[in-house]
């Protein structure tokens, strides 16, 4: 009805961002007559929040009917500045890491500049660069392995290229570059091309500290590094995120920025997620040992499990993902189901082994 009123962005379509027909967790436990349904499918901490975190925004209700204090704002980006060897003019703070992305969008992409995005990608890529009226050159990783093809990435860069999303780790693969192979690839570019490193899931890597290209943007002006603290955090519900870069691209990104746009409560769980480290050892710990287990188990089980860095699996199941959503639902677990294979965060053990044990009766029962 209204198809005549929206930009053009608006009418596109991209990978989509939900399960085309799926169900919610209320629907989904009336239906199965289900007491208890686990969530394994948007890459969520399956510890809850940070117990620091949640202490410190439980407090900060207090003053909900303030606007945001920008004096803590400051002290966040401080702390995020000592971590990461940074300056605090580096830092740009944003409500969830889709935003930081969305701005980096809004400041470099202009009607006609391609943008790379490599395939199968976090959907919310795409719309960026429709809503911007860029030209998406879009990539496919590569078969074998399902990382990031470079060198096709390259090949595609031509004097239109103003703007590349790199995911590392990628979602929805799971697979990762090392810092070293990344770092050289980004260096092959021009410099008037922006990279856009999404590290959401860069704590969950073998090596963090070696993946990770904060530590390279000193040398590299033309790279933005994106963070969250939905993941390792437990903090998804709260939406907090924030940009790397060299002062001159913050800027630019800050003028995308809608005043006010930050939250209180955010502000100060992130500031005291920054110190919870038991709760960062427990989230990075517990998470490789239940990787390791959904690996083994579904290798065993003679299913292709791509190489996983993240807090999710992305598996070759030899069916469609979305019948295998719908098949799991009764047995109380619910995946991702709109990729072109099953990614599957991982959870606590008591529902990965509920995964599996589904997994193994499905195909018991030759339904799978």
């Known amino acids: 009805m209204f198809e005549h009123l929206a930009q053009s962005y608006a009418l596109k379509k991209a990978p989509s961002t939900v399960i085309p027909v799926g169900i919610s967790i209320k629907a989904a436990k009336e239906k199965y007559g289900l007491d208890t349904l686990y969530k394994l499918a948007s890459n969520e901490n399956p510890y809850g929040v940070s117990p620091k975190a949640l202490e410190a925004m439980a407090a900060a209700l207090n003053d909900c009917h303030l ?10 980006k ?12 580096n830092i740009m703070i944003t409500c969830g890491a889709a935003n930081a992305l969305a701005f980096a969008g809004e400041a470099f992409i202009k009607p006609g500049d391609e943008c790379i995005i490599t395939s199968p990608a976090y959907p919310p890529y795409y719309y960026i660069v429709y809503k911007n009226n860029g030209t998406i050159v879009d990539i496919p990783s590569r078969k074998d392995d399902m990382k990031l093809d470079t060198e096709a990435v390259l090949n595609a860069v031509t004097d239109k290229t103003r703007l590349v999303f790199v995911c590392n780790p990628n979602n ?20 008037d091309v922006i990279v856009v490193v999404d590290e959401a899931y860069i704590d969950f890597t073998d090596d963090p500290e070696n993946t990770t290209m904060v530590s390279r943007l000193k040398d590299q002006p033309n790279m933005v590094v994106v963070r969250t603290f939905s993941k390792l955090y437990g903090m998804a519900g709260i939406r907090m995120g924030y940009a790397l870069a060299c002062p001159e691209i913050i800027g630019y990104m800050n003028k995308a920025m809608a005043a006010r746009s930050l939250n209180t409560v955010g502000i100060e769980g992130a500031i005291a997620a920054l110190d919870d480290e038991e709760f960062r050892l427990k989230t990075v710990n517990s998470n490789r040992d239940e990787r390791t287990y959904l690996t083994d188990e579904f290798t065993a089980l003679g299913y292709r499990v791509y190489e996983s860095q993240a807090n999710f699996i992305y598996v070759d199941f030899g069916c469609s993902c979305q019948d295998l959503y719908f098949a799991l639902l009764p047995y109380g677990v619910m995946i991702r189901g709109d990729f072109p294979y099953a990614r599957i965060s991982i959870g606590t053990h008591i529902q990965n082994e509920t995964l599996v044990n589904a997994v193994k009766d499905l195909r018991e029962k030759n339904e799978l």
Request: hydrophobic share 30%; aromatic share 10%; charged share 25%.
């Open 67 to 76: 606007y945001p204090d920008s004096t803590r704002d400051t002290v966040l």
């Open 172 to 191: 929805p693969t799971s697979t990762c570059l090392s810092g070293d192979e990344l770092y050289s690839f980004i260096q092959k570019f021009p410099k």
């Open 78 to 89: 401080n702390k995020l500045a000592a971590k990461h060897d940074l300056l605090p003019e």
